[in-house]
Each structure stands twice: as C-alpha cells, then as structure tokens.
C-alpha cells in the first residue's frame, strides 16, 4: 500500500515569512496529492490539492509542488499570517482512497 | 447544503459498553470514508463505504469494530466492548467520486470518543 512521509513535524516560524512542508510517497500509481489544513479542534479542510499532469499550482499565497520522478511534492506559504497557524496534512491517492502524512504543526508568531 | 454531519462531537463511554457514531454525508454525495486521528498522528483510514456496500475496510480491526451505510440514513460505525484504546478522534468524510478516481474529501467535525 501507499506510505506517506511528512515533515517536519512541527515549523515554527516569524510572521511575514516562508513555510514549506515536504512529503515524500511511495507508491508511483498515485495521481492526486491534496493538502488539509486542521485548525484545533476542527475538521480537516481541503487547502490546495494537484493531479499527477500538472508540476505546480497556486492559490494566493499558497503553492504546491509535485516532483513524481522523485516521488515527493511540497506546501509553499508565503507571507506567513498568525492564522496560518495550524496541522497541515498531505496525502496521496492513487485509486481512491488517500493516505495521508502524520501532520505538520505550523505556528506563526506574530 | 449542511456539510458532512457527525454526531455526537463528544462520547463517554465506560469500557465494555458498545459506541455508535453517525455520519451524514454531503447532499449529493455516495461515498463516505471514515477515518481515526489520535493525538501528535495523521489521519488512518479505516473503512470506505458506498450505500449498502463496504468497499473496503483494510484499515478497520477485525473484531469489535463493524461500518455500515443503509440505503436510508446515515452511515454508522459501530465499537462492540470499547477499551481505552479506542480513545481517539474519529471523522468522517464523504466524496462524490466514483470508484476508481480520486476526489477532494469533506470532512465532518468529528466524535471524539472517550473510553473511561
């Protein structure tokens, strides 16, 4: 079955700047790769999301990368905000059922 | 459209007593996935299920745990004699998709089931 890794764990960063969370997959049959963003206490909810024809996509301040030589892909924010703060968790589907990273605990401090 | 909807948001249950979680999926949509998240982890998938049908159930353990999704009313995961492992969060989520391609999940608020 399909093995995602995620990291890092935590990302602590200053407002203003750059974060990026890597994950690596394992199986090559997966085509779709989306990211949730979980706020505490809250459900997951979908943030970006790329199919395996298309090497980048963004949305504002939010980009996502896919490399499926190398089998990984990447969440870029930009211009960090104290609100971006929250569990971001990648996943990778390749029939239909998405197996997703353990999570990356990202606070913004103002 | 109400979203995915999970009740209740909080269970307390003694250890050996039985847990029934439900999940309503989004209008329109015929897939419900159900997934358990314990604290510092990911997502685990436990059992995707059509109406009237399990999928595929890979993630669920064998015993004590059993899903079902009526052709009427909501999808129902069910935790025979709970023992203090079952302690964790669990969501639901529904898809449109067909089988075979993979489409965006939504998810539920979740039960947060407490075995004492």
């Known amino acids: 079955g399909e093995n995602v890794e995620q990291h890092p764990s935590t990302l602590s960063v200053q407002e203003g700047d750059s974060a990026v969370i890597k994950c690596t997959y394992s199986d090559s049959a997966s085509n779709y790769f989306p990211w949730y963003k979980q706020e505490l206490g809250k459900r997951p909810q979908l943030i970006i999301d790329i199919r395996s024809n298309v090497g980048e996509k963004k949305d504002q301040r939010i980009a996502v990368t896919l490399n499926k030589t190398a089998k990984h892909f990447s969440l870029h924010i930009t211009e960090t905000q104290p609100e971006d703060s929250a569990v971001y968790f990648c996943a990778a589907g390749g029939s239909y059922i998405p197996t997703f990273g353990r999570g990356t605990s990202l606070i913004v401090h103002p | 459209n109400a979203g995915v909807m999970q009740n209740p948001r909080h269970l307390v249950r003694r250890r050996g007593q039985e847990a029934r979680l439900r999940c309503s999926p989004m209008k329109g949509h015929s897939h419900v996935y159900w997934y358990r998240q314990l604290p510092e982890e990911g997502l685990k998938f436990m059992v995707y299920l059509q109406k009237e049908n399990i999928i595929d159930e890979s993630g669920m353990p064998k015993e004590r745990f059993s899903a079902e999704f009526p052709k009427e009313g909501p999808s129902i995961l069910r935790i025979q004699q709970v023992v203090r492992g079952d302690s964790a969060a669990y969501f639901c989520?529904?898809?449109?998709?067909?089988?075979?391609?993979?489409?965006?999940?939504?998810f539920g608020s979740g039960t947060q089931l407490s075995v004492l």
């Open positions: 989520a529904s898809s449109p998709a067909d089988r075979g391609r993979n489409e965006k999940l939504f």
